[in-house]
């Protein structure tokens, strides 16, 4: 008995069979894959769209996106264009953020601290300058001066009110060494002198000049940014320091100056200056000495010893 094997041919048309079920599974999957991936496509597109559409009616309402703000000149040459790019500028730019300060602000405000620090400073020194003075004149000067750098104390304080900070001051290391000389000229002059007058003169106007700097370049600084109220104030006191300065100038030239030079010896320039004089007459004096000498010896006639 023959056993029942499956021709070749069979196995064959199986194996065929197989294959075509594979192959028509594969090419579903990749119909299905491209048909996903065109859909993908399809959606994409279509997001592009209507958000080249959302875009497209955001320009037609005025509001571009930053970035083609920026870019575009005209409208930063515009009048409110300029301001919106100002305003944003300030705001992200490397300031930092919008409630932050600008280097500028951050030096001026630095300043006011340093002036309200060294009128504090001098309001202590002025009353010892004035008990060390020998003149009434010069004490009522720095008498007035006290009473109007206590205004200039609360002027400052109005400034800080207008920037809404608050009054403080941070050592000024310029005034704590015009305070420290003050004390030395004190110490190192005679009580009573005009000489210690003209010092204290002196001392104070370095104090005159570095607050007429000061709140000159803060005026400045004021009307720069704005601060129109803030400059008013500063340049009140901008000019009563300028006043100060000249009443000084005046006292010392009238009348402290003139004294202070009776005071004393003669100066060491003057000591000098005679003793060089007196040298070279002493060398005037030995010459007319030898040019005599040689004269008279030229005089003697030759036939002196003839008979």
Request: proline share 2%.
């Amino acid at each position: 008995m023959r056993s029942k094997t499956p021709s070749k041919s069979a196995n064959s048309n199986k194996a065929r069979g197989a294959a075509d079920k594979r192959q028509s599974a594969g090419s579903s999957g990749r119909q299905q894959g491209s048909a996903g991936r065109n859909e993908s496509s399809a959606n994409g597109r279509a997001q592009e769209r209507s958000a080249g559409s959302r875009s497209e009616n955001v320009s037609g309402r005025g509001q571009q996106p930053t970035g083609e703000r920026v870019s575009q000149g005209s409208a930063e040459r515009s009048g409110s264009g300029a301001g919106n790019a100002k305003k944003e500028s300030g705001a992200s730019g490397s300031g930092g953020s919008p409630q932050g300060e600008s280097p500028l602000e951050k030096f001026f405000l630095a300043q006011l601290k340093d002036i309200y620090y060294a009128e504090q400073k001098i309001t202590r020194s002025l009353p010892k300058m004035q008990e060390a003075a020998t003149t009434e004149e010069l004490k009522d000067a720095f008498e007035d001066h006290l009473h109007q750098t206590q205004r200039h104390v609360k002027r400052l304080e109005k400034v800080f009110q207008t920037l809404n900070k608050k009054a403080e001051g941070e050592k000024c290391e310029a005034i704590e060494g015009i305070a420290r000389e003050v004390d030395s000229i004190i110490e190192e002059t005679e009580e009573g002198t005009f000489t210690r007058d003209a010092a204290l003169i002196i001392a104070a106007q370095k104090v005159e000049h570095y607050e007429i700097a000061t709140y000159g370049g803060l005026v400045q600084l004021a009307i720069t940014m704005g601060l129109h109220d803030a400059a008013d104030l500063l340049d009140k006191t901008l000019i009563e320091e300028e006043d100060t300065d000249s009443l000084l100038t005046e006292i010392a030239e009238n009348q402290i100056n003139l004294r202070a030079e009776h005071e004393g010896n003669q100066y060491s320039w003057d000591q000098k200056d005679q003793e060089e004089t007196d040298e070279a007459e002493e060398e005037d004096e030995t010459e007319e000495e030898e040019e005599g000498n040689k004269a008279g010896k030229k005089g003697q006639p030759i036939y002196a010893g003839i008979h």
